[in-house]
């Protein structure tokens, strides 16, 4: 039987009812397409509307639970909209997330400064080390966070390293651009602002921030950690960047150090990699700019 057939409401109200523990009727779903790596539907039910992810491969359990993790340890500072996770686990050989589903409105007015304003009290939870309690992902690449003092060795050892380590054994990254990069390390105090380690959403490209009914921003999909804030700022500039407004709330709200725009490019080596190892060598050209650039 094709899993889109009857099976799918037996999915579904048994998934529903492991998390609610309540029976639940399903009325109506509906494919939703966008993401990459999972299936993803509305749900209509007797007990609302809800939004259901779900994947048969192997390491999905473990995405999905530290992904509800991290919406959670982000939706607790009530810094912004964040989806409630109504449950999660493993039924019929597949892993599933459900999550509130987020209606989509309008932009209001004053959408870019709240995002700004939301993103600046975000970044004002720290911690003392950088990094994070558990490990995840980012996309479906493994992310290390092993707590760390520097954040300097924390950025080059769990973020750029292990990437460009993956592409080099892919025969994505060419050798001289590995030790390139294995060059940049030394310079990372100089260039880059020593901060607190602050919680990040860790994925912030535009694809990651909905509207909701009421046309407030709302995040979904993070690879959250404690790590340097600008490197959530520069996430947001890798294809064209947010809305002007954003930019000018955040620092009116939580001020950076000058020169923001000029170390851009050295946080964004990281979903650079990260981009390479997930959708092949057409990334490395910005690599070795970047390299050439430091
Ligand atoms: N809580 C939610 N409510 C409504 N829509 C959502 C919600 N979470 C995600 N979506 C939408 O569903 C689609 C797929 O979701 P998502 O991006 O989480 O999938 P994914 O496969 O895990 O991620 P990726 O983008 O990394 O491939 C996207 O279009 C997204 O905007």
Redesign the pocket.
């Known amino acids: 039987m094709d899993f889109w057939g009857d099976e799918q409401f037996a999915f579904f109200e048994s998934i529903l009812f492991l998390a609610l523990g309540q029976t639940v009727d399903v009325l109506e779903t509906q494919f939703?397409?966008?993401?990459?790596?999972?299936m993803?539907a509305?749900v209509f039910s007797s007990e609302g509307v809800f939004?259901v992810?779900w994947n048969q491969t192997p390491e999905s359990n473990t995405m999905f639970e530290v992904e509800a993790r991290g919406l959670n340890l982000l939706r607790k500072t009530d810094a912004l909209f964040i989806?409630q996770v109504i449950g999660y686990g493993q039924q019929l050989d597949k892993a599933y997330l459900i999550?509130?589903?987020?209606e989509s409105g309008q932009l209001r007015k004053n959408y870019w400064e709240s995002l700004g304003q939301s993103l600046a009290l975000l970044h004002s939870h720290t911690q003392p080390k950088f990094g994070l309690a558990f490990d995840n992902y980012i996309?479906s690449l493994p992310q290390s966070n092993t707590p760390t003092a520097n954040g300097f060795d924390f950025f080059f050892d769990q973020r750029l390293l292990p990437q460009a380590g993956m592409a080099l054994y892919k025969g994505l990254l060419p050798k001289e651009v590995y030790d390139a990069l294995h060059r940049l390390r030394e310079r990372l105090p100089d260039l880059l602002p020593s901060e607190r380690p602050a919680l990040l959403h860790g994925d912030l490209w535009s694809?990651?921030v909905?509207v909701t009914e009421d046309g407030q921003p709302a995040l979904?999909?993070p690879a959250v950690y404690y790590g340097f804030r600008e490197a959530d700022l520069a996430f947001t500039k890798l294809f064209g960047g947010f809305d002007q407004r954003f930019y000018d709330a955040y620092d009116e709200a939580f001020p950076l150090e000058d020169g923001f725009d000029d170390r851009v490019p050295i946080y964004n080596l990281y979903p650079l990699l990260v981009h390479t190892n997930l959708f092949g060598s057409g990334y490395v050209s910005g690599v070795e700019r970047i390299l050439k650039q430091f």
């Open positions: 939703l397409s966008g993401g990459d790596i999972n993803a509305r939004f992810k989806p999550l509130e589903f987020i996309g694809g990651n909905l979904i999909d």
